[in-house]
T-cell receptor, first 113, second 114 residues
Framework: EAEVAQSPRYKITEKSQAVAFWCDPISGHATLYWYRQILGQGPELLVQFQDESVVDDSQLPKDRFSAERLKGVDSTLKIQPAELGDSAMYLC???????????FGPGTRLTVL | DQQVKQNSPSLSVQEGRISILNCDYT??????FLWYKKYPAEGPTFLISISSIKDKNEDGRFTVFLNKSAKHLSLHIVPSQPGDSAVYFCAASAQTGANSKLTFGKGITLSVRP
């Protein structure tokens, strides 16, 4: 069964360092999403791509976060510099069907010390 | 302002009984609703969805009911099994197309007792 791949699964970093997360969506899915989930909350959208174009990045803290999907397939989310409040689960999802059923990867658990 | 609300943080039921998980929404533009299940240290798994043109959708042990006038939906699991123990998220979108953002509730932790 096709799955969304993410790496790394876990990342521990010190504040002010740079971190990067990678996502490979389900093959053929044109839409890719990055969400952040803080413990006890639901996932919140950071950025949405349609192919290689950004559709929505209104909730992305652009002073420190960046995202790209250069060839319209896999994607990278970067944080530089990381802050203590960035500790969370970072989830990637993709969709490509008629309805908005988004399929999530296993996530990257980020801990900023 | 929470547009999707799951007001009960947790629910505990006996194995074999029915689990009813509730969700309320405030945005009248939402027209597609989904339920996701999440185990610790894993990403959410899609469970079942419903379009606003329907009031019920069933898939095996899982049924979702939608009451548009009350802006309320519920997920019924019958019979509940210990493996159903997880966090359940209700989500909504304002378009049924493939490029619409999901708004999630905070989740409900379901515990199914053997």
């Amino acid at each position: 069964e096709a799955e969304v791949a993410q790496s790394p699964r876990y990342k521990i970093t010190e504040k002010s360092q740079a971190v990067a997360f990678w996502c490979d969506p389900i093959s053929g899915h044109a839409t890719l999403y990055w969400y952040r989930q803080i413990l006890g909350q639901g996932p919140e959208l950071l950025v949405q791509f349609q192919d290689e174009s950004v559709v929505d990045d209104s909730q992305l803290p652009k002073d420190r976060f960046s995202a790209e999907r250069l060839k319209g397939v896999d994607s990278t989310l970067k944080i530089q510099p990381a802050e203590l409040g960035d500790s969370a689960m970072y989830l990637c999802a993709s969709s490509g069907g008629r309805y908005n059923e988004q399929f999530f990867g296993p996530g990257t658990r980020l801990t900023v010390l | 302002d929470q547009q999707v609300k799951q007001n009960s943080p947790s629910l505990s039921v006996q194995e074999g009984r029915i689990s009813i998980l509730n969700c309320d929404y405030t945005n009248s533009m939402f027209d597609y609703f989904l339920w996701y299940k999440k185990y610790p240290a894993e990403g959410p798994t899609f469970l079942i969805s419903i379009s606003s043109i329907k009031d019920k959708n069933e898939d095996g042990r899982f049924t979702v009911f939608l009451n548009k006038s009350a802006k309320h939906l519920s997920l019924h699991i019958v019979p509940s099994q210990p493996g159903d123990s997880a966090v359940y998220f209700c989500a909504a979108s304002a378009q049924t197309g493939a490029n619409s953002k999901l708004t999630f509730g905070k989740g409900i932790t379901l515990s199914v007792r053997p």
